[in-house]
């Protein structure tokens, strides 16, 4: 075995232990461990929604977020990585969660929203 296929190998290794390392355990569930937070701190913590409508009482709102705000998500180039972003579908009544869906990047959805779940949960 050549030294660069060692080394290659070796690299692999480190790359997989440290991105473990980093990676938080996400919650069993953000929908149940979020809901009846509050309309403000929800934001605070997702940006503000893509799209916002209200019907009935409840405000229906649509995020698309990553932690570094402000970056377009969607391809930007054909070698670009793309970017982590994390998707929510969430409805709030009297300025609290009452639903929500989380879908994309689960991790990153765990780093945006993590320090918004409710210490007492």
């Known amino acids: 075995m ?5 080394f290659g190998r070796i690299g ?6 440290t ?3 980093c990676s938080q355990p996400a919650p069993a569930n953000l929908a149940a461990s979020l809901k009846g937070i509050e ?6 913590c997702s ?5 916002e409508t209200s019907n ?20 930007t180039s054909p070698t670009a990585f793309p970017v982590a972003s994390c998707s929510v579908d969430a409805v709030f009544q ?7 869906t989380f879908s994309g990047d ?13 210490a007492s949960r």
Do not use: Y
Request: net charge positive; charged share 15%; with cysteine.
């Open 2 to 6: 050549s030294i660069q296929l060692r």
């Open 12 to 17: 692999v290794l480190l790359c997989v232990a």
């Open 19 to 21: 991105c473990a390392d």
């Open 39 to 44: 309309k403000a701190r929800f934001l605070s």
């Open 47 to 51: 940006g503000p929604p893509l799209l």
């Open 56 to 75: 009935a009482g409840q405000d229906h709102m649509s995020f698309v977020t990553n932690l570094r705000r402000g970056e377009a998500i969607g391809v």
């Open 94 to 100: 009297n300025d609290r969660l009452v639903s929500s």
């Open 106 to 118: 689960t991790a990153m959805c765990s780093m945006v929203f993590g320090l918004c779940i409710p």
